[in-house]
């Protein structure tokens, strides 16, 4: 059964970067059926797509964060990352790792989240 | 940017009641909508998916109907575990997700 687990630091610094890694366990990142993408979702509010990338393409971003994010892909640990520089206290949410559904641009299942907050 | 309103922003209802939700789209998606339902303490879960398109598992009571602006999701008799929030999620140009309508007791 396919699992995602995001792991990374829970407090991060303002100007610094934020940095996550998504585990993928019961299936493999280099599925030529599958994407994978990051969403968050500050406190109570709701859902922001960040990025999506393909084993083996260039990544695509949220045009409102693509100055600031970076996503790769490590298949030799089955996992991939997110970084997002110069972040600031509005950067502060759960972040969801995700794999696409089939070949769209819908995402399931989801990891259970990792919260992450910036603050000095 | 595609942007993605969604009405009511919380429907009360009890069990047993049908929930309609609306999602409206800023320009044409044609059918690249999803729904989610997001519970308390949980991540997202795929319902619909090409905005008619009910994903394996879920329940028949979910029904996805709409194209073009206009999207609707429909619950024909609310259960107890339906209770949540729900999102709808549109891929025609990047991806955006709409603000969310939570359904409660």
């Known amino acids: 059964q396919l699992q995602l687990q995001e792991s990374g630091p829970g407090l991060v610094k303002p100007s610094e970067t934020l940095s996550l890694t998504c585990n993928v366990s019961?299936?493999?990142?280099?599925?030529?059926?599958?994407?994978w993408g990051w969403i968050r979702q500050p406190p109570g509010k709701g859902l922001e797509w960040i990025g999506t990338?393909?084993?083996?393409?260039?990544?695509y971003y949220n045009p409102s964060l693509k100055s600031r994010v970076t996503m790769s892909v490590d298949a030799s640990k089955n996992q991939f990352s997110l970084r997002l520089n110069s972040v600031t206290a509005a950067d502060t949410a759960l972040y969801f790792c995700?794999?696409?559904?089939?070949?769209?641009?819908?995402?399931?299942?989801w990891g259970q989240g990792a919260l992450v907050t910036v603050s000095s | 940017e595609i942007v993605l309103t969604q009405s009511p922003a919380t429907l009360s209802l009890s069990p047993g009641e049908r929930a309609t939700l609306s999602c409206r789209a800023s320009?044409?998606?044609?059918?690249?909508l999803a729904w989610y339902q997001q519970k308390p303490g949980q991540s997202p879960r795929l319902l619909i998916f090409?905005?008619?398109n009910t994903v394996t598992g879920i329940p028949p009571r979910f029904r996805g109907r709409g194209s073009g602006t206009d999207f609707t999701l429909s619950i024909s008799s609310l259960e107890p575990e339906d209770f949540g929030v729900y999102y709808c999620?549109?891929?025609?140009?990047?991806?955006?997700f709409g603000g969310g309508t939570k359904v409660e007791i």
């Open positions: 320009q044409s998606i044609g059918t690249y």
């Open positions: 990338i393909y084993y083996s393409g260039s990544p």
């Open positions: 019961g299936a493999s990142i280099t599925s030529r059926s599958h994407y």
């Open positions: 090409d905005a008619v």
């Open positions: 995700a794999r696409s559904y089939a070949s769209s641009d819908y995402f399931d299942p």
């Open positions: 999620q549109q891929r025609s140009t990047s991806l955006t």
